[in-house]
């Protein structure tokens, strides 16, 4: 079955007791402890995120600037290649080129010039040939003297 566990206890008599020794350990004044290891992580971290803004901001302007020389370099290019179209235009549209092809195409330099007056009387039958007749013509209408200022602002002189 089970075990059977005796205990036994004597009790001293009153007088016979020890004293009981209680050693408390001696206690000194420590100065306080700083906390310098968390101020120098806190101060260490903010160092180093400001240095890694600092490199991403000069990484940022550099992209920038290499944009800036692209673009520079493109405009550039641009500008050579204009000059290079307005120094050919230029060329092309030179009296002595054009003189040189129309010669090569048959045209032949004008020696003078003479106006021809088309009399009223052509210009109306043509007009009404063709069906189109100007605005002053079809608005007539007019007195002798109305027509007379209109002949003399188109010329300038009498009729």
Do not use: H
């Not at 290649?81 to 235009?89: G, I, Q």
């Not at 009404?128 to 002189?157: H, N, R, Y």
């Amino acid at each position: 079955m089970g075990k059977l566990i005796v205990a036994i206890a004597f009790r001293q008599p009153f007088g016979l007791e020890q004293p009981v020794k209680t050693t408390k350990p001696s206690l000194t004044i420590v100065p306080k402890t700083r906390k310098y290891a968390s101020r120098t992580i806190v101060v260490i971290f903010l160092i180093t995120t400001f240095l890694c803004g600092v490199v991403a901001l000069r990484t940022y302007m550099a992209q920038q600037q290499m944009r800036l020389d692209t673009i520079t370099s493109d405009i550039e290019s641009s500008r050579d290649y204009f000059d290079e179209l307005r120094a050919t235009k230029a060329e092309l549209e030179s009296p002595s080129v054009l003189l040189q092809k129309a010669r090569n195409i048959g045209m032949v330099p004008v020696w003078g010039t003479k106006v021809l007056e088309i009399p009223a009387l052509v210009a109306a039958e043509v007009a009404a040939t063709v069906g189109k007749v100007d605005i002053d013509v079809a608005a007539g209408g007019g007195s002798a003297l109305e027509e007379f200022g209109k002949v003399k602002a188109k010329t300038g002189t009498a009729p």
